[in-house]
């Protein structure tokens, strides 16, 4: 099967013989540059404090309250006391910190916190 086609010396190809886009280069300088200016326009950060566990646990609190309103919340290992798996648990907890990172954020941004 490999001898049906010719191999470029300038094409990428995958384990069947397929041929692959090239990836796109932008060479070390521009690629260095794009991410020191990324890093540069990050904005700063609240440090830890009470008011910032408060939001990201309530976030979290909100989160495992949507989590019951799934369809199949008890799929899986079940967890002591509550009507929810292992895996819809910690799906809930890991949503409402992303959510509770982006609250905290927003808030810092507009300057409330």
């Known amino acids: 099967m490999?001898?049906?086609?010719?191999?470029?010396?300038?094409k990428l190809y995958n384990f069947l013989g397929l041929v692959l886009p090239r990836p796109l280069y932008l060479g070390e300088k521009s690629l260095i540059t794009s991410l020191l200016a990324a890093?540069?326009?990050v904005p700063v950060t609240p440090e830890w404090s009470p008011t910032v566990a408060i939001i990201i646990s309530a976030s979290s609190v909100v989160a495992l309250l949507l989590t019951l309103k799934i369809d199949q919340p008890q799929v899986?290992?079940?967890?002591?006391?509550?009507?929810?798996?292992?895996?819809a648990f910690i799906g809930a907890m890991a949503f409402g910190h992303v959510i509770g990172i982006g609250i905290v954020l927003g808030l810092t941004n507009i300057g409330r916190l």
Do not use: H, I, Q
Request: aromatic share 4%.
């Open 2 to 10: 490999v001898d049906e086609f010719r191999l470029c010396p300038n």
């Open 39 to 41: 890093a540069a326009s």
């Open 76 to 87: 899986g290992p079940k967890l002591p006391g509550l009507p929810l798996s292992l895996g």
